[in-house]
């Protein structure tokens, strides 16, 4: 009952699984000497490319709009550093957009992606365990904006992929990972 009436106070349904069973389980696990040094969940960055910005302009203004839906907030447009010749590309053209969601936002925008938008994913078979940086960070790369629910799948014009960054506080790889699976992503199966 406490942990109902905790959760009607308004703290997400992945924060509240997050406080009751996976801190006092990798405490328990890794053997922390002081809660504080069980790993968390800092923030999420949501990226997408938009290299048909050069030539088409409306692109940038679709995926925005796709991922303030995804989100819930609105992404920041990212230039180009530099100028490529090859790519018809200066310095300053707009090419893509992001977006760093934190607090409550991401909490929910992770809990709609692990029990929402992972399983819609075609012949789903769990995200890669390779993909971490070597300090318990995560990289997630999900080739249609289309497996999200908030993303109306008649009034896409053009199906694009996007790049989810999930960044803890984990030392290294084994204890992001740990705690990812505790949250329930759903990793593939080793042989």
């Known amino acids: 009952m406490a942990a109902q009436a905790n959760n009607l106070n308004g703290a997400p349904r992945l924060q509240q699984r997050y406080r009751d ?47 303030t839906a995804i989100c819930g907030q609105r ?6 550093r530099k100028s490529i010749a090859n790519f018809k590309l200066r310095e300053g053209n707009p090419i893509g957009v992001t977006c760093t969601i934190r607090g409550r936002r991401m909490w929910e925008f992770l809990d709609r992606t692990i029990n929402a938008a992972l399983p819609r994913i075609r012949d789903f078979q769990g995200v890669p365990r390779t993909a971490f940086d070597g300090r318990g960070n995560y990289s997630l790369g999900i080739r249609e904006q289309i497996v999200y629910p908030e993303i109306d799948y008649g009034a896409v014009n053009k199906v694009r992929g996007l790049q989810v960054n999930i960044i803890s506080t984990a030392r290294n790889d084994a204890e992001g990972r740990r705690l990812l699976e505790l949250l329930g992503m759903p990793f593939e199966r080793t042989q």
């Open 75 to 80: 992404p920041v447009i990212t230039r180009a």
């Open 21 to 67: 069973e996976v801190a006092p389980r990798m405490l328990e696990e890794f053997s922390f000497g002081n809660p504080m040094q069980v790993p968390r969940l800092t923030k999420v960055v949501v990226n997408a490319g938009v290299g048909e910005a050069l030539s088409e302009a409306r692109a940038l203004d679709e995926v925005t709009a796709d991922i």
